[in-house]
């Protein structure tokens, strides 16, 4: 069975980087020509907003609002992927999921993590 | 503010039929398939439907969604306590060329 975790900091300050790691087991992010990985947040008492997603050989999108911001990047070595958002608020504040499309970029998230809950403040 | 519109809340009875909607516009739901989750706070999300109207291997058939135009929907027949939680639709947006959720729907069983 896939599982994802994600990992990092649960605190960081104003204007500095985010930083969370998804570790993925049960499943190899470079085993496959069909899956696309991603990162989803939710902040406190609203909904899920997309943050961007990519493939493993080099694909790579990003939310509009955020793509300024945010670099996605992987390590199949470690079978991890990475989030950073740079110059945070805490507009930031959220849950993080990662989790796994389905069948190409545009495919529902089949597979989630449990979250992380990273708080911007000083 | 959501690209694509969900009511906040809904609820039923034990038993009974309830039905979510998901608003969207030709750039998402129209021209792409309509997704749905199920949330509950501290959990990790479960994908209910895929491709408008597609069950994962696991999810009961009291779950079912359809789409039409630019509008899709969730129903969920012989409601239980355990379908309690946030419900959220989601579609990718060909202008955005990325995944739009719905602002989510809160389920309480009364």
């Known amino acids: 069975q896939l599982q994802l975790q994600e990992s990092g900091p649960g605190l960081v300050k104003p204007s500095e980087t985010l930083s969370l790691t998804c570790t993925v087991s049960?499943?190899?992010?470079?085993?496959?020509?069909?899956?696309?990985w991603g990162w989803i947040r939710q902040p406190p008492g609203k909904g899920l907003e997309w943050i961007g997603s990519?493939?493993?050989?080099?694909?790579?999108y990003y939310n509009p609002s955020l793509k300024s911001r945010v670099t996605i990047s992987v390590d199949t070595s470690k079978n991890q992927f990475s989030l950073k958002l740079s110059s945070v608020t805490a507009a930031d504040t959220a849950v993080y999921f990662c989790?796994?499309?389905?069948?190409?970029?545009?495919?529902?998230?089949?597979?989630w993590g449990q979250g992380t809950l990273v708080t911007v403040s000083s | 503010q959501s690209v694509l519109t969900q009511p906040p809340s809904a609820s039923g009875t034990p038993g009974q039929r309830v039905t979510i909607s998901c608003s969207g516009s030709?750039?998402?739901?129209?021209?792409?398939?309509v997704y749905w989750y199920h949330h509950l706070p501290g959990t990790a999300p479960k994908l209910l439907i895929y491709r408008n109207n597609q069950r994962p291997s696991g999810v009961p058939d009291r779950f079912s969604g359809s789409k039409s135009g630019t509008s899709g929907s969730l129903a969920i027949s012989g409601l239980r306590s355990e379908d309690e939680g946030h419900y959220y639709c989601a579609a990718w947006d060909d202008s955005l060329s990325g995944q739009v959720f719905g602002g989510g729907t809160k389920l309480t069983v009364l």
């Open positions: 030709s750039s998402n739901i129209g021209r792409n398939y």
């Open positions: 990519f493939y493993y050989s080099g694909s790579t």
């Open positions: 049960g499943g190899s992010i470079s085993s496959s020509t069909i899956y696309y």
């Open positions: 989790a796994r499309h389905d069948r190409g970029v545009a495919a529902a998230f089949d597979f």
